[in-house]
Structure formats: structure tokens, C-alpha cells
């Protein structure tokens, strides 16, 4: 299957217009829109772009404001691709003649419709407007969603930064950080994205996006995420000299290397997070002893399946959970965080004819995941606060007010606390969790997880929504919890957790 897709030419005007509004002099976003923009094409367009039919359309929500929202198109073969809409919610997508499948979507809070058509040779054919419900909205309850992983071709990732944003609001993210490779050449065209709308509420308000700076600190001895600021080091500083790497006090010199990381991020008025921790070769974190040095910790990262345990044990999401569960009981409190490190927004979103009966073992597990298409939000990071400055922004993910899905939307609280806070204890040892979760596709059960083991389990036989209310009793002080919550095939959530004083 050819793999290239280039922005739609409704979508390039548009963000040319809104880039020059927003700094007119800014050229490098204008030279890079006018460079994708010198053709129109999709994944299945055919080499002979006059052979081509085109589809056409537009998204709406269901009050008619127009909406960015995401297209996977599945051609005859089951191969599918992601695309998106412009900032009108349009859609303009060349394809070689024959039958397709064309899913409308807008992230795990709204509804899917799917269309099929059939493309003839030179014809434009114009599609119905699509409605897509918001089934949930956890954005007027107080919790934004976001990505904190993500790489656009200044680095090592295929899009540019337009493309990204369009990605991450055709999800129905809020917020999103670029976190290139050791460079911040992005930064200037990211923050232009600010004035893409992500929804429209009935009132005529609109819910804008907040693009939030960091960097990937890429080095031979771990990758660690300077998030909000746009921090790079030079060569020294994370690769070793070849007498250094044969140094009998190779160690100590590396530990130095990864404490002045982490103290330049924190000293510049960055989150510093330690990106996946047993990942292969140097992408991994093997100086522990040092984790107290950093303030997050990436206990999901997208690239590998989720770390819920349900078919096995020993991927590298789940030894991070595991991990954070060990630091946790040692009194030591990195919040966690999830984030795509995507490299690709075309990836396919869809899980290509596998039925989620098909998901009875880990493999049947990892290509149901893997063939869902590793893409903005996938996963996402709901951070609890209203007010989207890059200050507030920072504070609630160093706090861990947030959980982490792919699916299922946790908004939990003890009495007026919510995650990463302190609960006080009654003189019973009781607590009670207020629940307000939801997930589009079902659940099978949520797990209440007190330092580190299984506390209870609550079985809802496919439930969209439960608002019960859990109570939990021989609690000390000392004790925390975390919620799960799995959905079918791959879907879950993580929180972090409640601290009982």
C-alpha cells in the first residue's frame, strides 16, 4: 500500500491564512504548507492522478457547527489509512476508482458513522453532511485531554506540524505537546496552531487548542522529556566519550550526565519525565537510584500495547506499571503519564476485520491493538483543571491529576479530591469513590488497586456508564489507590492514584 499522504488543498489555504494572521512573519510555516500543498493526494490515489475520482463532504456536530474530525478510509482489501478534515470541518480526498469504506470519527467521546462509496474514474462525488453526538463531554466537567509524545519530520517523525495539530483536533484533544528529537525547530509553527478550534458548543463558543513546547532529550543513556520548554543540550552532554564509555567510573559519569538533564529541565520551568523506561538499548532507564531526580514517568507509551496485564506480563508498558507500583510502595512518587510517541498520523485507526472475538491470547490481543492504529491520542492524557495555561498545564501533570486511556474516561473523586491528592481518613478506615465513567464502546470491569495488588473488582457486563458509588473499607494511612477500567478488545484507563493520610 503507498504510503504518503500530503494535507488537502482546503485544508493547506486555511492554515495559511490563520499562520499569517497569527505572525505574518513567519515564513518557515508558510514555506512549509506552500511545499505540501503542490499536489493533492491520498493513499490510494492512483499514480495516474487523472484516473482519480474524488470524494467530498463536510463534519458537523449535531448542532451544525462544523467540526476537524478524523477519516480512516478502508479500501476493498481491508487496508486502511487516517486522514482528517480541514479547519472547516471539509473534506476533499482523491482516490483511485473502486469501493471504499469511509469512517467519521472525533476521539473517544463521540460517536463513529461510517459511509460506503464507490469512486468512478474523473467524477466527484459529494457526500450527505456527517453528524457525529458528542456522547460525552468531559471538558465541561473539568478535564482536558491531551498527548504528550509526539514528533513531526523535524525530527524523526513523517508530518509536518500543521498536519500533527490537525491530528490531534480531529481527536478531540484539547492540548498536545511537540516533543521532537533534541531539536525545538517546530516550536514557532506550533504555537500557530493555537486557533484551531477543537468544538463548538451550542452557544456559539468556541473551544480552542493549546499547543504546549517540549523536546525529547534523546541521549545514549535514556530518553527523558523536557515538557514545557524547549530545552536541547549539546553532544557532550548526552553521548560519552569513547575513553568515558571504557572508564572504570563509566557509571558515575553517566549518572552525572542524567542528573544535569534532569536539573536543567526542572531549572529552566520544565516537567522532567522519563520516557519509556524499558524500552530496548539505550531508549531504556537503568539508574534507578536516580528516578528521584525526575517528576513524571511515561508508564504508557503508544508505540507498545497497554499495560492492563490481561494476556501478559512482560511487555514494556506493563514492567513500567509495575515499576511505578515498586517506587510507589518505596514512598517515592513520579506521576505517570501516557503519551503516543507518534511518528505517523496516518496510521489506520481501524482493527482491519479482527473481531474482538478474536482477542484470546496475547497475539490475538497485540494485533487487535497494533492494527488499531498508533495515532494522536492513542493514548490520551486527561489532565483535571480549567484554566489551559502552560503554568497550570505543568503543575497538573507534575501532580498526577490526570489518568491515562485509550477508550474509557475516568472522572472519580474521594469527598473534593481527585488524583495525585491526599485523602484523610475516617477513624473506620472507609472511603467512598464518587464515579462518573463512560466508554462509547463498553466495559468489562473496573479493578480498585490498593498498593500495588488487586483490592476489588467490579464486573459491568459491557456498560457504557457507571455512576455507583465504590466503597472501600480497611484503608490506613500510608495506603493508595489506583482505578482500571477495561473495555473490549484493547480499550482501558489507568489513574493516578489517591494518597490515604
Known amino acids: 500500500m503507498k504510503r504518503n499522504i500530503i494535507p488537502l488543498f482546503l485544508s493547506t489555504v486555511l492554515l495559511v491564512t490563520l499562520a499569517a494572521c497569527a505572525n505574518p512573519g513567519n515564513s518557515s510555516v508558510l514555506s512549509s504548507l506552500d511545499s505540501e500543498s503542490s499536489a493533492l493526494a491520498s493513499a490510494f490515489s492512483s499514480e495516474k492522478a487523472e484516473e482519480n475520482g474524488v470524494v467530498r463532504g463536510k463534519v458537523l456536530s449535531d448542532d451544525g457547527e462544523m467540526i476537524i474530525a478524523?477519516?480512516?478510509?478502508?479500501?476493498?482489501?481491508?487496508?486502511?489509512?487516517?486522514?482528517?478534515?480541514?479547519?472547516?470541518?471539509?473534506?476533499?480526498?482523491?482516490?483511485?476508482?473502486?469501493?471504499?469504506?469511509l469512517t467519521f470519527t472525533k476521539g473517544y467521546e463521540f460517536s463513529t458513522l461510517s459511509k460506503e462509496v464507490n469512486v468512478e474514474s474523473?467524477?466527484?462525488?459529494y457526500l450527505q453532511d456527517v453528524r457525529l453526538t458528542q456522547l460525552s463531554d468531559s471538558f465541561s466537567k473539568g478535564w482536558i485531554a491531551g498527548d504528550l509524545h509526539q514528533h513531526t519530520y523535524y525530527s524523526d517523525g513523517q508530518d509536518s506540524v500543521p498536519n500533527l495539530a490537525l491530528s490531534n483536533v480531529s481527536q478531540g484533544l484539547y492540548f498536545g505537546f511537540l516533543t521532537d528529537h533534541?531539536?525545538?525547530r517546530g516550536v514557532a509553527e506550533w504555537y500557530n496552531t493555537k486557533n484551531f478550534p477543537v468544538f463548538t458548543e451550542s452557544n456559539g463558543d468556541?473551544?480552542?487548542?493549546?499547543p504546549f513546547e517540549g523536546v525529547e532529550e534523546t541521549t545514549e543513556f535514556g530518553h527523558y522529556q523536557s515538557l514545557g520548554v524547549p530545552l536541547t543540550f549539546e553532544k557532550y552532554d548526552m553521548e560519552l566519550y569513547s575513553w568515558e564509555r571504557n572508564s572504570a567510573n563509566v557509571a558515575d559519569i553517566t549518572k552525572a550526565r542524567i542528573s544535569y538533564i534532569a536539573d536543567s529541565i526542572k531549572r529552566a520551568g520544565g516537567v522532567a519525565?522519563?520516557?519509556?523506561?524499558?524500552?530496548?538499548?539505550?531508549?531504556?532507564f537503568n539508574y534507578w537510584e536516580l528516578a528521584d531526580q525526575f517528576e513524571t514517568m511515561e508508564i504508557w507509551n503508544g508505540v507498545f500495547a497497554p499495560l492492563d496485564g490481561r494476556y501478559e506480563t512482560d511487555g514494556q508498558n506493563y514492567k513500567s506499571k509495575m515499576k511505578w507500583f515498586e517506587l510507589l510502595n518505596?514512598?517515592?512518587?513520579?506521576?505517570?503519564?501516557?503519551?503516543t510517541d507518534n511518528h505517523d498520523?496516518?496510521?489506520?485507526?481501524t482493527v482491519n476485520g479482527i473481531k474482538i472475538a478474536d482477542v484470546k491470547d496475547y497475539q490475538g490481543y497485540y494485533n487487535y491493538y497494533n492494527n488499531g492504529g498508533k495515532y494522536s491520542g492513542m493514548p490520551t492524557t486527561y489532565l483535571n483543571l480549567t484554566d489551559r495555561s502552560k503554568e497550570k498545564v505543568l503543575q497538573a501533570i507534575k501532580g498526577g491529576h490526570s489518568f491515562i486511556s485509550n477508550g474509557p474516561v475516568i472522572i472519580s473523586k474521594i469527598g473534593d479530591k481527585t488524583y495525585g491528592e491526599k485523602v484523610t481518613l475516617s477513624a473506620s478506615g472507609e472511603a467512598t469513590i464518587t464515579n462518573d465513567i463512560f466508554n462509547r464502546d463498553g466495559m468489562d470491569f473496573i479493578k480498585i488497586v490498593k498498593n500495588g495488588e488487586e483490592l476489588k473488582r467490579i464486573?459491568?457486563?459491557?456498560?457504557?456508564?457507571?455512576?455507583?458509588?465504590?466503597?472501600?473499607?480497611?484503608?490506613?494511612?500510608?495506603?493508595?489507590?489506583?482505578?482500571e477500567v477495561s473495555g473490549p478488545g484493547a480499550e482501558y484507563a489507568i489513574t493516578n492514584p489517591f494518597f490515604f493520610i
Do not use: C
Not at 478524523?70 to 480526498?93: Q, S
Not at 468556541?206 to 493549546?210: E, I, L, M, Q, T
Not at 518505596?330 to 503519551?339: N, S
Open 70 to 101: 478524523g477519516i480512516i478510509v478502508e479500501n476493498e482489501e481491508g487496508e486502511t489509512y487516517r486522514t482528517f478534515t480541514n479547519v472547516l470541518g471539509a473534506y476533499d480526498i482523491p482516490l483511485a476508482p473502486g469501493k471504499y469504506k
Open 122 to 125: 474523473l467524477k466527484k462525488l
Open 182 to 184: 533534541n531539536v525545538a
Open 206 to 210: 468556541s473551544r480552542y487548542f493549546s
Open 273 to 284: 519525565q522519563i520516557n519509556h523506561p524499558f524500552s530496548v538499548s539505550t531508549m531504556g
Open 330 to 339: 518505596k514512598g517515592l512518587y513520579l506521576a505517570a503519564t501516557g503519551g
Open 345 to 349: 498520523v496516518e496510521s489506520p485507526g
Open 459 to 483: 464486573t459491568l457486563n459491557n456498560l457504557t456508564s457507571y455512576k455507583e458509588d465504590i466503597k472501600l473499607t480497611g484503608l490506613k494511612a500510608g495506603d493508595w489507590v489506583v482505578m
